[in-house]
Nanobody, 120 residues
Framework: QVQLVESGGGLVQAGGSLRLSCAAS????????MGWFRQAPGKQRELVAD???????NYDDSVKGRFTISRDNAKNTVYLQMNSLKPEDTAVYYC??????????????WGQGTQVTVSS
């Protein structure tokens, strides 16, 4: 099996910063795309940013210039540096990894989610 464990969420004032981490472990051969999604109350889960195994990145327009996604392939870990946070960034943040396992097909795995709350 594969597990994704997120950390780094919390409460911060508007304009502040947080750094999220998500570490994948288990029977991993390779990880393709890793990404961060978020879900605010009453809203659908949405893509925030993702990054390929080679480092190509993609961002939602709402976070461009404020958030930076990165990854450490040796540690199977993806990060999300969030600066200039706004109250509308408040949500549960989930990481997702597209994993090729040693003994199974390629499939997506999700973390348990970490709460980010931005106060005005």
């Amino acid at each position: 099996q594969v597990q994704l464990v997120e950390s780094g969420g919390g409460l911060v004032q508007a304009g502040g910063s947080l750094r999220l981490s998500c570490a994948a472990s288990g029977s991993i051969l390779t990880i393709n795309v890793m990404g961060w999604f978020r879900q605010a109350p009453g809203k659908q889960r949405e893509l925030v940013a993702d990054i390929s195994s080679r480092g190509s990145t993609n961002y939602d327009d709402s976070v461009k210039g404020r958030f930076t996604i990165s990854r450490d392939n040796a540690k199977n870990t993806v990060y999300l540096q969030m600066n200039s946070l706004k109250p509308e960034d408040t949500a549960v943040y989930y990481c997702k990894a597209n994993v090729r396992r040693w003994n199974g097909p390629v499939q997506d795995y999700w973390g348990q989610g970490t709460q980010v709350t931005v106060s005005s």
